[in-house]
């Protein structure tokens, strides 16, 4: 490799540093679902009583998009994949083209 390449990796290496910043703050968990409309009032539930809270958490219900319109996933009691996981629920953004879905996700 001659001075010149390594100049150039180098100078590419440091743009995509200066920038993951940013891209990481970008909808990175959305499922591609985008809707003209806001979805519907969550609907209400009935929290379970979880017995072992260090080894399972309550995902809420959200709102999800299918051909006819917004649908209610449900919410369901998830194993915890470790103690201190934290749950992010999903939710829906809106954006200048729309609403989208960023599912839930463990963080």
């Known amino acids: 490799m001659n001075l010149k390449t390594i100049t150039r990796v180098f100078f590419i290496l440091s743009a995509l540093a200066f920038l993951a910043p940013a891209l990481s703050a970008c909808d990175t968990v959305s499922d591609g679902v985008v809707a003209d409309s806001a979805p519907p009032v969550d609907e209400v539930e009935i929290?379970?009583?979880?017995?072992?809270?260090?080894?399972?958490?309550?995902?809420?219900?959200?709102?999800?998009?299918?051909?006819?319109?917004?649908?209610?996933?449900?919410?369901?009691?998830?194993?915890?994949?470790?103690?201190?996981?934290?749950?992010?629920?999903?939710?829906?953004?809106?954006?200048?083209?729309?609403?989208?879905?960023?599912?839930?996700?463990?963080?």
């Open 47 to 107: 929290l379970p009583v979880i017995s072992d809270p260090v080894a399972e958490i309550w995902r809420p219900g959200y709102w999800s998009l299918d051909t006819g319109g917004f649908v209610w996933i449900p919410g369901q009691v998830i194993p915890r994949p470790a103690p201190t996981a934290v749950w992010a629920s999903a939710r829906w953004v809106h954006h200048t083209y729309g609403w989208s879905l960023e599912l839930g996700h463990w963080e």
